[in-house]
Nanobody, 125 residues
Framework: QVQLVESGGGLVQPGGSLRLSCAAS????????MGWFRQAPGKDREFVAA????????VYPDSVKGRFAVSRDNAKNTVYLQMDNLAPEDTAVYYC??????????????????WGQGTQVTVSS
């Protein structure tokens, strides 16, 4: 049984940082590109970051580029999302997801095979 378990969410002040983790089990982690998405109340699920199987390639939307960084440790079956300079508009539930390929549809939720349960990130003073 495939499981993706996110952790590291919480409440942070504007300008602060958080590091999310996503631990994977039940799948050949090295065979999957990994993505991060977020969903705020009343909004569609939004692409945040993705990393290739090896970790050599990463992609980000303009909204988080320069503030967020995705990485992975294949030895630990874990993908990370470092989030810096957080703003209130970053408040959402953050999900990790697994897909066989990074390209071409890394920003499309429907192509991902597996999803975690999500972790809440709240940015507020």
């Amino acid at each position: 049984q495939v499981q993706l378990v996110e952790s590291g969410g919480g409440l942070v002040q504007p300008g602060g940082s958080l590091r999310l983790s996503c631990a994977a089990s039940g799948l050949a982690f090295n065979d999957y590109a990994m993505g991060w998405f977020r969903q705020a109340p009343g909004k569609d699920r939004e692409f945040v970051a993705a990393v290739s199987r090896s970790g050599d390639n990463t992609v980000y939307p303009d909204s988080v580029k320069g503030r967020f960084a995705v990485s992975r440790d294949n030895a630990k079956n874990t993908v990370y999302l470092q989030m810096d300079n957080l703003a209130p508009e970053d408040t959402a539930v953050y999900y990790c997801a697994a897909d066989g390929y990074l390209y071409p549809d890394y920003d499309t939720p429907g192509v991902y095979d597996y999803w975690g349960q999500g972790t809440q990130v709240t940015v507020s003073s």
